[in-house]
């Protein structure tokens, strides 16, 4: 039997009742029968293709193909024998670890682990054609696998006890995982006819479940997510990206350097550019050390020769690509930009890696507007998937598609965005933030509220991603917009400023130089600067006290409930208006980049998916309600498109984008 590529079930189908003949009885069958079948595997066999090939009674693979049972990553679990075969081919352990990662394994870690018969460079149809000449005079009982018993390990209890906390860690309050640990164990302590039945049951309390439907979800947003179109009708799939062969950063900061490594160790040459000899050596330093880490992990040579340190812009005349990734000031930028006008050779396309400042301002201080675009890197550069492809209204397709095309080459997931203070990721967390902050004056703790969002399922709070990131880069965000002045007295701050509520609690905490884990103290308190075990800190207790006692604040219980809905509606509110702006494409860009860029837990959806599963009316009528106990508020007041859609009926979020009837689109 050929398998070339058989990536499993259609997971389009799983909207509705799965069609067609059921796969149980099928391959049962065909295990069963008195004729040898071996499979020959090209490609991939995922899911029911690797189920299939399970149940052959040879297995011959390419030595290109990768296999898996990923149905955990769409919130279900292999339905078709997958968690009574693998215990019993390869053991518990083993098929434990697979079937709870999902992960793809390669031709030579299957045959290391029993799972195939031989490897081969040839056709494998030819090898499995030979070989099941071979085979039919042997006998086929000890190759039906369904009849093996599973190696039992004497512990088998606390080996799944371990595995359930271990998943359990990982991926908080994710079901999928632990109805595989429950499957296997059927595996282990029942005859095949009865784990087969277990199997099944676990999969129907899955299949239809909040979380299944966000993950898989999750595995169309991801793939649509990089199908852009513009307002001239260019778009993904009739723009040529041109080829990058060599690239510079400008400024070899973290961002700089996450982004030079990214470069770099996919084959790019790199040219990293600093403004004095000591910022150059140390970027150099860290650049080649991150380089070589990265390197080891992977088992491959660190690509060193490919990069090249410099305090001159001129040396920079021949390369295809620059990403300018200087300090978070306009001006500052303006100036490179201008520089590079000049040096650059005329086809030298310039990026930018700010993180929320005017693209196309930057594009009209250069001669030549339509190569500019904004590359959006998220810290850390070289770890974080998500890029933000900025696209200004001068921005030419071409350019568009080679930053799109570049990013999928560094292994980023590539959103394109639409040109906007913070674009979308950064444009929706002010809402999120400010919500945060506003609990904090009414009576809730940072660590209350992070607890809420990480029981939520985000790998991070609010207040321990904030210290992580830095308190002091939204404080100077905060001084650029003109929230804060010499004219605000520090020593009785304002609470409302350009006519809207405002918490000067961050700015108090970055006054005494709590800046988060690179100071040792921030909205909690760590062992040492650099540290990253987050301690409740008495003194942000006391502060947060003070505050409300001198604005005559009278703290009350505030739910976990009030949390989530307070911070993630007002985040989707603002996903709303950027829909409404043009500024994303759609709900699943939006999606996409809180997945990618933020933590959103994928079982989650998004912040735009979640908002459709809660309920648009729900989401509507809350955010009505808190908009009432809090006027001063704009960002709680619900979007004109959250209340046209409401008054559609709530359409599934894949059909929103017939609603939007955005006359300004940027995209
Ligand atoms: C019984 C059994 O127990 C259970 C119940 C199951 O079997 S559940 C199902 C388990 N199987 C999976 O989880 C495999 C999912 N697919 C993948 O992991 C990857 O696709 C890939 C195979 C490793 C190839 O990656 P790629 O990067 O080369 O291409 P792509 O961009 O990802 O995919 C190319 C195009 O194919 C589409 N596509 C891929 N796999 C699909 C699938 N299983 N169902 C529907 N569409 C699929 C995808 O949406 C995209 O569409 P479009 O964007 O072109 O319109």
Same mark, same amino acid.
């Given at each position: ?11 389009r ?10 796969? %149980?009885?099928?391959?049962d069958?065909?295990? @069963?029968? #008195?004729?040898? /079948?071996?499979a =020959?595997?090209?490609? *991939? &066999?995922l ?19 990768r ?48 799972? %195939? ?6 056709? @494998?149809? #030819?090898?499995? /054609?030979?070989? =099941?000449?071979?085979? *039919? &005079?042997?006998p ?26 271990q ?13 595989c ?8 302590t ?41 307002p ?37 040459s ?42 001159s ?13 200087v ?7 303006k ?19 700010t ?10 201080v250069?001669?030549?507007p ?94 321990r ?20 002045g010499?004219?605000v ?5 304002p ?5 809207r ?23 909690y ?82 912040p735009m ?12 009528e ?10 001063d ?5 619900p ?8 008054a ?11 609603h939007?009837?955005?006359m300004?689109?940027?995209?």
């Open positions: 039997m050929r398998m070339c590529s058989s990536a499993g079930a259609d997971i189908e799983f909207a509705g009742p799965l069609r067609g003949p059921p796969l %149980v009885p099928l391959l069958a065909i295990e @069963a029968g #008195e004729k040898p /079948v071996v =020959a595997i090209e490609g *991939v &066999a899911g029911g293709g690797f189920e299939l090939a399970l149940v052959c009674h040879y297995r011959i693979v390419h030595f290109k193909a296999l898996g049972l990923p149905e955990v990553t769409l919130g279900i679990l292999p339905a078709a024998g997958g968690t009574q075969r693998l215990p019993r081919l390869i053991g518990i352990p083993a098929a434990l670890e697979l079937i709870t990662t999902g992960r793809h394994i390669s031709a030579q870690e299957a045959l290391k682990l029993g799972i %195939v018969d031989q490897v081969t460079e040839q056709n @494998a149809c #030819e090898l499995a /054609v030979e070989f =099941a000449l071979r085979a *039919v &005079a042997k086929l009982s000890s190759r039906r696998v369904s009849m093996l018993t599973t190696p039992c390990p004497p512990d088998l209890d606390a080996l799944l006890e371990a595995v359930t906390m998943v359990k860690r990982k991926a908080r309050g994710v079901m999928a995982p632990l109805a640990i429950q499957a296997v164990r059927a595996a282990a029942m005859p095949y006819s009865k784990g087969i039945k277990r199997e099944s049951e676990l999969m129907a309390t899955l299949f239809n479940s909040g979380q299944a439907r966000a993950l898989q979800y999750c595995f169309f947003a991801q793939r649509t997510a990089g199908k852009w179109t513009l001239s009708g260019a778009q993904w799939n009739n723009s040529k990206p041109r080829e990058i062969r060599s690239a510079a950063i400008i400024g070899l900061g973290t961002m700089g350097r996450g982004i030079v490594v990214s470069l770099a160790r996919v084959g790019i790199v040219i990293a550019v600093e403004s004095e000899k000591k910022l150059l050596e140390t970027g150099k330093q860290m650049v080649i050390g991150m380089l070589e880490r990265d390197a080891k992990r992977r088992g491959v040579s660190a690509s060193l020769n490919l990069l090249k340190f410099t305090l812009l001129q040396d920079l005349k021949d390369v295809d690509l620059v990403i300018e990734a300090f978070e000031d306009m001006a500052l930028k100036r490179v930009f201008q520089e590079l006008s000049k040096v650059c050779r005329p086809a030298t396309l310039l990026c930018t890696n993180s929320g400042l005017d693209v196309d301002a930057l594009a009209g250069t001669d030549r339509h190569l500019v675009v904004g590359m959006h890197f998220f810290s850390p550069a070289h770890v974080m998937k998500l890029l933000e492809v900025v696209c200004g209204p001068r921005s030419s397709s071409e350019t568009i598609a080679t930053a799109m095309s570049l990013g999928k080459r560094m292994g980023k997931v590539s959103v394109a965005v639409g040109n906007c203070p913070g674009f979308v990721g950064n444009r929706m967390l002010k809402p999120y933030l400010d919500q945060a902050t506003f609990l904090l004056e009414e009576g809730a703790t940072p660590e209350q509220i992070d607890k809420a969002l990480e029981d939520f399922g985000f790998a991070m709070g609010v207040f991603m904030s210290d992580l990131a830095g308190l002091d880069v939204g404080w100077r965000v905060r001084k650029e917009s003109g929230l804060i010499p004219d007295d520090p020593k009785n701050p609470r409302r400023r350009q006519g509520r405002y918490c000067p609690i961050p700015d108090m905490v970055c006054e005494q130089g709590r800046f988060g884990q690179k100071t040792g103290r921030g909205w308190m760590y062992d040492k600067p650099g540290g990253t075990n987050a301690k409740p800190d008495p003194l942000i207790q006391n502060l947060l006290e003070m505050y409300r006692s001198r604005y005559g604040i009278q703290p009350r219980n505030i739910s976990d409930q009030e949390i989530i809905e307070r911070c993630l509606f007002a985040l989707a509110n603002e996903g709303f208006r950027i829909l409404e702006d043009g500024i994303a494409a759609r709900p699943e860009d939006i999606d996409v980049i809180y997945l990618f860029g933020y933590g959103f837990p994928r079982h989650g959806g998004g998916f979640y908002a459709s599963m809660v309920g648009l009316e729900r989401v509507l809350r955010l009505e309600h808190y908009h009432q106990a809090h006027p508020v704009p960002h709680l007041e979007s004109p498109l959250l209340k046209k859609l409401v559609c009926g709530s359409p599934p979020v894949q059909k929103w984008r017939e939007i009837k955005t300004h689109s940027h995209l």
